[in-house]
């Protein structure tokens, strides 16, 4: 399979479509914070194995997710080409940017085991509050992997390779989340998108190499 090109992005496609938001709703679920206090400092000191699994399994979610975006992507030659180029690059582009900020989160473990809640914060936002910090890590660069996934797959949708309610899954799943405090009602609109992506990736997986090398010009197809 590594030495087919055709095969290999075909199929790493599929399972990365399955397995990153698979990842991220797992990562929620296992997180201190979801069920417990708020206030990372408190909750990761709660239970600090399961803090600690939560980072890791949100940094491969999001890292395979930029990946994964690559192959949504690919689904856009033939049709809505710029639209799938523009959010696809935001999507990369957000997600590896939401992964750098995960080590922020031992930091805040760290200072709960010495601090008071309150000092702690205190001292967690006076760090993550520094320009370099906002401009370089978070602002515009973090929203822009929860806007451009629902835009992407809206452009997979418009190439004609999904229906409809994948990109709404998506969107319902991310976008209406932002309003809602990070708690069990996360839980429940983070297994939308594990829906939606799941059945994409896995048509892909059952599409075969023949369906996959037809995105392809006619040259790349030629010599696959």
Do not use: C
């Amino acid at each position: 399979m590594l030495g087919n090109p055709v095969t290999f992005r075909r199929t790493a496609a599929g399972i990365l479509l399955i397995l990153a938001p698979l990842l991220q709703a797992v990562a929620v679920v296992v997180d201190p914070g979801t069920w417990g206090d708020d206030r990372e400092a408190v909750s990761f000191g709660d239970n600090p194995a399961l803090a600690q699994l939560q980072s890791v399994l949100y940094h491969w979610s999001w890292i395979l997710m930029a990946l994964a975006a690559l192959g949504l992507v690919h689904l856009t030659r033939r049709k809505a080409t710029a639209f799938g180029h523009v959010t696809g690059a935001f999507t990369v582009v957000g997600y590896i940017s939401a992964s750098a900020l995960l080590m922020s989160d031992p930091v805040e473990w760290w200072l709960g085991q010495r601090y008071p809640p309150e000092e702690s914060q205190r001292i967690m936002e006076e760090m993550l509050g520094l320009p370099g910090i906002i401009w370089g890590f978070q602002l515009p660069w973090l929203l822009f992997g929860t806007l451009g996934l629902p835009l992407l797959t809206a452009a997979v949708w418009r190439a004609g390779f999904v229906g409809w309610w994948v990109p709404a899954l998506v969107a319902g799943g991310y976008v209406l989340s932002f309003p809602v405090p990070y708690g069990p009602l996360t839980a429940v609109f983070w297994t939308l998108p594990v829906i939606g992506l799941g059945w994409t990736g896995l048509k892909i997986l059952r599409m075969g190499d023949a369906a996959w090398a037809a995105y392809y010009p006619a040259a790349v197809r030629a010599d696959a």
